[in-house]
């Protein structure tokens, strides 16, 4: 999504994201709700966001990508895990692309950081 358009919810985020983004979203959006069901999930930012207390996690969709962003640092094990397994990081975030399987077992572990 090249510029931020104001949504309501989640689901009508996934709708507007470029389809090639839409399975991706729809993957990670599935394993938070289920890995953190306590989660309240909210709009923020135009963004879907995810919240436990003070910490939280969202997710957004770009030109050629998707991410994956929490509050807390990801740990050196795993960024070392991600890029070990060809996934782009940053402090707080998984990127994946398009053309790159969601990595069910390393959301899961990023999602354990604020759990």
Do not use: C
Request: aromatic fraction near 6%; hydrophobic fraction near 45%.
């Amino acid at each position: 999504m090249p510029s931020r358009t104001p949504v309501k919810d989640t689901a009508e985020y996934i709708a507007i994201a470029a389809p090639a983004a839409q399975p991706h979203l729809q993957t990670l959006v599935e394993l938070i709700t289920t890995t953190l069901p306590q989660a309240t999930p909210k709009i923020k930012w135009h963004l879907p966001f995810y919240e436990l207390g003070a910490a939280y996690v969202s997710v957004a969709a770009y030109k050629a990508h998707v991410s994956l962003s929490i509050s807390a640092d990801l740990t050196p094990d795993v960024l070392a895990q991600a890029k070990a397994a060809g996934y782009a990081t940053g402090q707080k975030r998984v990127n994946i692309t398009f053309d790159q399987a969601v990595p069910t077992e390393l959301v899961k572990a990023v999602l354990s950081l604020i759990a």
